[in-house]
């Protein structure tokens, strides 16, 4: 495709012009581009619908940055005739998220493979997660468990005291 208009701030922002030489999928990190290519496909194929892509732009040779385009097929309308990408920058959003992930995936490893119980619970007492050993330690399965109090697992004889700390550290 060719470009027939770029915004200012894209201009600013890469020294991308309508009238660059440069194809501007040339700035886009390689391993992104066929999934970029998919979704301006798509964005043909069903012309209604607004596809989003996620990519890394590299314009200048510098630090690759995370973007998020949405693409809008306007070639029906005889003013635009052409498709709309609209792209923002989502490079400290994408980094934050991809390392909390990482974080989590660290964490739930080391949990699942660990022999104590660990369990995580929501305000009101139930369980939302618990490790594998609670199988080893209590006989019992981790699924059984999950939307279930804890409070249930507590003997009768030490519910109150187990319940007044429970509030306390809320």
Not at 67 to 75: I, P, S, V, W
């Given at each position: ?23 501007p999928v ?6 992104d ?9 798509a964005?043909?194929e ?9 990519f ?10 995370w ?9 029906h309308d005889?003013?635009?005739?052409g498709?709309?990408?609209n792209?923002?920058?989502v ?8 390392a ?14 660990s022999?104590?119980?660990?369990m995580?619970f929501?305000?009101?007492g139930t369980?939302?997660?618990?490790s ?5 330690v ?24 187990v ?8």
């Open positions: 495709g060719r470009l027939k208009a770029v915004s200012s701030s894209v201009e600013r922002r890469t020294g991308v012009t309508a009238d660059s030489p440069v194809d040339l700035t886009v990190h390689p391993d581009r066929d999934a970029l290519a998919r979704t301006f496909r964005v043909l069903h012309p209604t619908e607004q596809p989003v892509a996620l890394r732009l590299n314009p200048s040779g510098g630090e690759a940055r973007r998020e385009a949405t693409f809008t097929n306007l070639l005889p003013v635009v005739a498709i709309v990408v792209v923002q920058d490079h400290e959003r994408e980094v934050a998220a991809r909390l992930r990482e974080s989590q995936s660290r964490w739930s490893a080391v949990a699942n493979r022999s104590d119980v660990a995580f929501e305000a009101d369980i939302r997660w618990v594998p050993a609670v199988h080893e209590f006989g019992r399965d981790p699924a059984d468990l999950v939307g279930t109090t804890g409070f249930d697992l507590v003997h009768p004889d030490d519910l109150e005291y319940m007044t700390e429970f509030l306390t550290g809320l």
